[in-house]
Protein backbone atom coordinates (compact mmCIF):
# COMPACT_ATOMS: atom_id res chain seq x y z
CA UNK A 1 0.00 0.00 0.00
CA UNK A 2 1.12 3.75 -0.70
CA UNK A 3 1.85 5.84 2.13
CA UNK A 4 2.73 9.81 2.24
CA UNK A 5 6.69 10.24 2.11
CA UNK A 6 5.91 11.23 5.84
CA UNK A 7 6.77 7.86 6.52
CA UNK A 8 10.18 8.16 5.64
CA UNK A 9 13.70 8.08 7.97
CA UNK A 10 14.31 11.89 8.14
CA UNK A 11 13.55 14.59 10.54
CA UNK A 12 10.33 16.01 10.64
CA UNK A 13 11.23 19.66 9.53
CA UNK A 14 12.82 18.46 6.99
CA UNK A 15 10.70 16.05 5.31
CA UNK A 16 9.04 19.00 2.98
CA UNK A 17 12.26 20.92 2.33
CA UNK A 18 14.59 17.55 1.56
CA UNK A 19 11.16 16.81 -0.73
CA UNK A 20 11.53 20.03 -2.47
CA UNK A 21 14.87 20.01 -2.77
CA UNK A 22 15.18 16.50 -4.68
CA UNK A 23 12.05 17.41 -7.07
CA UNK A 24 13.67 20.59 -8.07
CA UNK A 25 16.91 19.14 -8.11
CA UNK A 26 15.65 16.22 -10.83
CA UNK A 27 13.28 18.08 -12.28
CA UNK A 28 12.42 17.73 -16.13
CA UNK A 29 13.17 19.39 -18.76
CA UNK A 30 10.28 19.30 -21.23
CA UNK A 31 10.40 19.73 -24.73
CA UNK A 32 7.68 20.49 -27.17
CA UNK A 33 6.86 20.27 -30.75
CA UNK A 34 7.23 22.97 -33.23
CA UNK A 35 3.62 22.64 -34.41
CA UNK A 36 2.27 22.87 -30.53
CA UNK A 37 -1.14 24.94 -30.17
CA UNK A 38 -1.43 24.86 -26.45
CA UNK A 39 1.44 25.43 -23.91
CA UNK A 40 1.96 24.04 -20.46
CA UNK A 41 -0.79 27.23 -18.16
CA UNK A 42 -1.72 27.91 -14.92
CA UNK A 43 -5.00 25.72 -13.40
CA UNK A 44 -5.98 28.75 -10.89
CA UNK A 45 -6.50 31.20 -14.32
CA UNK A 46 -8.30 27.75 -16.00
CA UNK A 47 -10.87 29.04 -12.84
CA UNK A 48 -10.72 32.52 -12.49
CA UNK A 49 -11.81 33.04 -16.34
CA UNK A 50 -14.46 29.93 -15.95
CA UNK A 51 -17.56 28.73 -13.67
CA UNK A 52 -18.19 26.25 -11.30
CA UNK A 53 -20.86 24.09 -12.47
CA UNK A 54 -22.90 20.90 -11.77
CA UNK A 55 -24.78 18.48 -14.22
CA UNK A 56 -27.98 17.18 -12.89
CA UNK A 57 -30.50 14.52 -14.82
CA UNK A 58 -32.95 17.18 -16.69
CA UNK A 59 -30.79 20.52 -15.68
CA UNK A 60 -27.92 21.71 -15.59
CA UNK A 61 -26.72 24.80 -12.90
CA UNK A 62 -23.86 26.91 -12.02
CA UNK A 63 -22.73 28.61 -8.61
CA UNK A 64 -23.01 32.44 -7.94
CA UNK A 65 -21.13 33.54 -5.99
CA UNK A 66 -22.80 36.85 -5.09
CA UNK A 67 -25.71 34.70 -2.96
CA UNK A 68 -23.57 31.81 -2.70
CA UNK A 69 -26.14 28.85 -3.82
CA UNK A 70 -26.52 27.65 -7.00
CA UNK A 71 -28.97 29.20 -9.84
CA UNK A 72 -30.66 26.62 -12.33
CA UNK A 73 -29.50 27.29 -16.54
CA UNK A 74 -26.20 27.77 -18.39
CA UNK A 75 -25.58 31.53 -16.38
CA UNK A 76 -23.06 33.86 -17.16
CA UNK A 77 -21.62 37.36 -15.81
CA UNK A 78 -19.34 38.26 -13.31
CA UNK A 79 -21.43 36.51 -10.43
CA UNK A 80 -20.94 33.18 -11.95
CA UNK A 81 -16.80 33.05 -12.62
CA UNK A 82 -13.74 33.32 -10.52
CA UNK A 83 -15.27 31.43 -7.41
CA UNK A 84 -13.33 30.51 -4.85
CA UNK A 85 -11.66 27.37 -4.36
CA UNK A 86 -13.25 27.28 -0.74
CA UNK A 87 -16.40 27.43 -2.16
CA UNK A 88 -15.46 24.96 -5.05
CA UNK A 89 -14.09 21.92 -1.98
CA UNK A 90 -16.78 22.79 0.20
CA UNK A 91 -19.51 22.17 -2.35
CA UNK A 92 -17.38 19.01 -3.09
CA UNK A 93 -17.32 17.65 0.58
CA UNK A 94 -21.17 18.20 0.75
CA UNK A 95 -22.01 16.17 -1.71
CA UNK A 96 -19.62 13.85 -0.72
CA UNK A 97 -18.01 14.11 2.80
CA UNK A 98 -14.34 12.56 3.16
CA UNK A 99 -11.59 13.24 5.62
CA UNK A 100 -8.44 12.92 4.05
CA UNK A 101 -8.67 9.37 2.16
CA UNK A 102 -8.68 9.94 -1.84
CA UNK A 103 -7.98 6.56 -2.84
CA UNK A 104 -10.37 4.03 -3.58
CA UNK A 105 -12.40 2.93 -2.36
CA UNK A 106 -12.78 6.20 -0.21
CA UNK A 107 -12.33 8.32 -3.30
CA UNK A 108 -15.11 11.08 -3.89
CA UNK A 109 -15.10 11.11 -7.88
CA UNK A 110 -17.48 13.54 -8.68
CA UNK A 111 -16.58 13.63 -12.57
CA UNK A 112 -19.21 13.72 -15.44
CA UNK A 113 -18.86 10.27 -17.31
CA UNK A 114 -16.25 8.97 -15.51
CA UNK A 115 -17.04 4.78 -14.97
CA UNK A 116 -16.04 5.74 -11.26
CA UNK A 117 -18.44 8.06 -10.83
CA UNK A 118 -19.55 7.66 -7.15
CA UNK A 119 -23.28 9.29 -8.26
CA UNK A 120 -24.07 7.01 -10.85
CA UNK A 121 -21.29 5.33 -13.03
CA UNK A 122 -20.63 6.99 -16.94
CA UNK A 123 -23.56 9.23 -16.06
CA UNK A 124 -22.98 13.19 -17.23
CA UNK A 125 -24.04 13.94 -13.64
CA UNK A 126 -21.36 15.57 -11.51
CA UNK A 127 -19.34 18.98 -11.07
CA UNK A 128 -16.89 20.20 -13.59
CA UNK A 129 -15.20 23.79 -14.35
CA UNK A 130 -15.78 25.18 -17.60
CA UNK A 131 -14.34 28.08 -19.61
CA UNK A 132 -16.82 31.06 -19.85
CA UNK A 133 -15.38 31.71 -23.60
CA UNK A 134 -15.14 28.47 -25.82
CA UNK A 135 -11.35 27.40 -26.39
CA UNK A 136 -10.05 26.68 -29.72
CA UNK A 137 -7.67 24.75 -31.54
CA UNK A 138 -5.61 28.48 -32.27
CA UNK A 139 -1.87 28.43 -30.79
CA UNK A 140 -2.26 29.73 -27.38
CA UNK A 141 0.55 30.72 -24.89
CA UNK A 142 3.44 30.69 -27.87
CA UNK A 143 4.75 34.00 -27.63
CA UNK A 144 5.79 34.19 -23.96
CA UNK A 145 6.99 31.00 -24.53
CA UNK A 146 9.17 30.67 -26.83
CA UNK A 147 10.47 33.65 -25.23
CA UNK A 148 11.03 31.33 -21.71
CA UNK A 149 8.17 33.33 -19.96
CA UNK A 150 6.14 30.26 -19.49
CA UNK A 151 2.64 31.02 -17.23
CA UNK A 152 2.22 27.06 -16.70
CA UNK A 153 3.66 26.10 -13.49
CA UNK A 154 4.72 22.55 -11.87
CA UNK A 155 2.59 20.62 -9.25
CA UNK A 156 4.87 18.18 -7.61
CA UNK A 157 3.35 14.81 -5.37
CA UNK A 158 5.04 12.19 -2.88
CA UNK A 159 4.16 8.76 -1.82
CA UNK A 160 6.18 6.11 -0.43
CA UNK A 161 5.69 2.03 -1.33
CA UNK A 162 7.08 0.60 1.89
CA UNK A 163 6.53 -2.95 0.04
CA UNK A 164 9.38 -1.89 -2.28
CA UNK A 165 10.75 0.95 -0.55
CA UNK A 166 10.18 3.24 -3.58
CA UNK A 167 9.38 6.84 -3.77
CA UNK A 168 7.29 8.21 -6.11
CA UNK A 169 7.95 12.23 -7.05
CA UNK A 170 5.24 12.85 -9.52
CA UNK A 171 5.56 15.90 -11.76
CA UNK A 172 2.03 17.76 -12.98
CA UNK A 173 1.85 19.99 -15.83
CA UNK A 174 -1.58 21.84 -17.09
CA UNK A 175 -3.36 22.29 -20.43
CA UNK A 176 -6.18 24.49 -21.29
CA UNK A 177 -7.01 22.10 -23.89
CA UNK A 178 -5.66 18.05 -25.37
CA UNK A 179 -6.52 19.13 -29.01
CA UNK A 180 -4.92 15.21 -30.07
CA UNK A 181 -8.04 14.55 -32.46
CA UNK A 182 -11.13 15.96 -33.78
CA UNK A 183 -13.05 13.35 -31.82
CA UNK A 184 -11.24 13.33 -28.30
CA UNK A 185 -10.86 16.87 -28.06
CA UNK A 186 -11.25 18.19 -24.41
CA UNK A 187 -11.18 21.03 -22.21
CA UNK A 188 -8.26 20.60 -19.27
CA UNK A 189 -5.31 18.55 -19.41
CA UNK A 190 -3.04 17.07 -16.41
CA UNK A 191 -0.31 15.31 -17.57
CA UNK A 192 2.25 13.86 -15.66
CA UNK A 193 6.03 12.63 -15.18
CA UNK A 194 7.30 10.59 -12.88
CA UNK A 195 10.63 9.62 -10.66
CA UNK A 196 11.00 6.30 -8.60
CA UNK A 197 13.61 6.77 -6.03
CA UNK A 198 15.05 3.66 -3.55
CA UNK A 199 14.29 4.85 -0.30
CA UNK A 200 18.43 5.42 0.52
CA UNK A 201 18.13 6.92 -2.73
CA UNK A 202 15.89 9.68 -1.65
CA UNK A 203 16.77 10.35 1.81
CA UNK A 204 20.76 10.59 1.25
CA UNK A 205 19.84 13.04 -1.96
CA UNK A 206 21.10 10.04 -4.82
CA UNK A 207 19.82 10.13 -8.39
CA UNK A 208 15.97 7.80 -9.22
CA UNK A 209 15.93 4.92 -10.73
CA UNK A 210 14.00 4.94 -13.04
CA UNK A 211 11.83 7.09 -14.94
CA UNK A 212 7.81 6.60 -15.88
CA UNK A 213 6.18 8.73 -18.72
CA UNK A 214 2.52 9.23 -18.50
CA UNK A 215 0.48 8.95 -21.93
CA UNK A 216 -3.11 9.38 -21.25
CA UNK A 217 -4.49 5.58 -19.80
CA UNK A 218 -1.03 3.82 -20.44
CA UNK A 219 2.73 4.62 -20.05
CA UNK A 220 6.22 4.09 -20.41
CA UNK A 221 9.54 3.74 -18.37
CA UNK A 222 13.00 3.93 -18.51
CA UNK A 223 16.39 3.62 -16.22
CA UNK A 224 17.25 7.14 -15.55
CA UNK A 225 20.79 6.18 -16.65
CA UNK A 226 19.70 5.90 -19.92
CA UNK A 227 17.95 8.97 -19.89
CA UNK A 228 18.90 12.09 -22.12
CA UNK A 229 19.87 14.65 -19.92
CA UNK A 230 20.00 18.62 -20.15
CA UNK A 231 22.02 20.80 -17.84
CA UNK A 232 23.04 18.65 -14.36
CA UNK A 233 21.10 15.38 -14.69
CA UNK A 234 17.66 16.91 -15.46
CA UNK A 235 15.78 14.38 -17.79
CA UNK A 236 14.61 15.34 -20.81
CA UNK A 237 11.15 14.70 -21.66
CA UNK A 238 8.94 14.88 -25.24
CA UNK A 239 6.21 15.98 -25.42
CA UNK A 240 3.84 14.99 -28.46
CA UNK A 241 1.69 17.80 -29.73
CA UNK A 242 -1.82 18.61 -28.89
CA UNK A 243 -2.70 15.36 -26.98
CA UNK A 244 0.69 16.11 -24.54
CA UNK A 245 1.72 12.58 -23.51
CA UNK A 246 4.93 12.55 -22.55
CA UNK A 247 8.15 10.11 -23.83
CA UNK A 248 11.63 9.77 -23.47
CA UNK A 249 12.78 9.51 -26.73
CA UNK A 250 11.52 10.96 -30.52
CA UNK A 251 12.65 9.93 -33.94
CA UNK A 252 13.42 13.87 -34.90
CA UNK A 253 14.40 15.45 -31.97
CA UNK A 254 14.98 19.02 -34.26
CA UNK A 255 10.93 18.78 -34.57
CA UNK A 256 11.39 19.64 -30.40
CA UNK A 257 12.89 22.78 -30.51
CA UNK A 258 10.81 24.59 -27.80
CA UNK A 259 12.41 23.65 -24.32
CA UNK A 260 10.76 24.36 -20.34
CA UNK A 261 13.18 24.25 -17.72
CA UNK A 262 10.85 23.26 -15.15
CA UNK A 263 13.43 23.64 -12.25
CA UNK A 264 12.89 27.55 -13.23
CA UNK A 265 9.20 28.19 -12.31
CA UNK A 266 7.25 27.88 -9.33
CA UNK A 267 6.88 24.45 -7.46
CA UNK A 268 3.92 23.33 -5.43
CA UNK A 269 3.13 20.60 -3.61
CA UNK A 270 -0.41 19.08 -4.57
CA UNK A 271 -1.37 17.89 -0.56
CA UNK A 272 -1.05 21.76 -0.12
CA UNK A 273 -2.60 23.10 -3.16
CA UNK A 274 -5.86 24.81 -2.22
CA UNK A 275 -7.75 23.54 -5.50
CA UNK A 276 -6.72 19.65 -4.77
CA UNK A 277 -9.96 18.78 -3.09
CA UNK A 278 -11.76 19.70 -6.03
CA UNK A 279 -12.98 16.29 -7.50
CA UNK A 280 -14.93 17.16 -10.40
CA UNK A 281 -13.94 17.98 -14.53
CA UNK A 282 -11.66 20.16 -15.27
CA UNK A 283 -13.23 21.00 -18.47
CA UNK A 284 -16.40 20.89 -19.91
CA UNK A 285 -18.87 17.77 -19.95
CA UNK A 286 -18.64 15.73 -23.25
CA UNK A 287 -20.06 13.24 -24.88
CA UNK A 288 -18.16 10.48 -23.50
CA UNK A 289 -15.33 10.02 -20.77
CA UNK A 290 -12.54 10.84 -23.66
CA UNK A 291 -13.93 14.09 -24.26
CA UNK A 292 -14.78 14.90 -20.84
CA UNK A 293 -13.02 17.43 -18.41
CA UNK A 294 -10.09 14.77 -16.33
CA UNK A 295 -9.95 14.60 -12.67
CA UNK A 296 -7.42 16.49 -10.87
CA UNK A 297 -3.55 14.96 -9.96
CA UNK A 298 -4.60 14.46 -6.59
CA UNK A 299 -7.27 12.32 -7.06
CA UNK A 300 -5.41 10.01 -10.24
CA UNK A 301 -1.97 9.75 -7.91
CA UNK A 302 -2.17 6.05 -8.04
CA UNK A 303 -2.72 5.93 -11.69
CA UNK A 304 0.80 4.61 -13.04
CA UNK A 305 0.74 1.62 -14.67
CA UNK A 306 4.13 1.02 -13.66
CA UNK A 307 5.18 -2.25 -12.87
CA UNK A 308 8.18 -2.46 -10.34
CA UNK A 309 9.59 -5.90 -9.33
CA UNK A 310 12.33 -7.29 -6.64
CA UNK A 311 14.08 -10.26 -8.68
CA UNK A 312 17.73 -11.42 -7.83
CA UNK A 313 18.13 -8.89 -4.82
CA UNK A 314 17.63 -6.04 -7.25
CA UNK A 315 14.65 -3.47 -8.81
CA UNK A 316 13.83 -4.57 -12.28
CA UNK A 317 11.02 -2.60 -13.92
CA UNK A 318 9.51 -3.07 -18.00
CA UNK A 319 10.89 -0.84 -20.32
CA UNK A 320 9.48 -0.18 -23.39
Same mark, same amino acid.
Given at each position: M @??S???????P???S???F???Q???P???F? %?????F? !?DP?E??R $?? &????SR???D /???N????D?????QK??A???? !???????E? &??R?????QF???? #??? $??P?????? =? #?P?S?K?????????L???R #????P??E?Q??? &???VD???? *?? %???????Y??? =???N???F +????E??????? $?? +??? @???T????????Y?A?H?T????R?????????R??V??????G?P??????D?? !?Y??????WT??I??V *? /??KW? @?????????????H??????? =??? &?? !?D?????? %??????? %???
Amino acid at each position: M @DESTEALDLPPDAKSKHAFMMAQQYAPELRFH %KSERHFP !SDPREFRR $LG &RFRESRPGKD /QGWNKTIRDWVEGDQKGEAFEDI !SWNDIAEET &RRRFPFSGQFDPPG #SPN $LRPRDSKNR =Y #SPGSAKGLFLQRTEKLSDKR #SGYGPFREAQVSG &RVFVDTKYD *PE %KELVHVLYWFF =YELNWWRF +FITHEGDWEHVT $LL +FTK @DAFTQGHEPAFVYFAQHDTGTARRFEKMTFSTERHPVVYVDPNGHPCKPSVKDSH !SYPLQWKTWTNFIEFV *P /QSKWR @DFAGAWGEIGQTTHTTGPLGP =YFK &RH !SDKVKVVV %KNGGLHI %KES
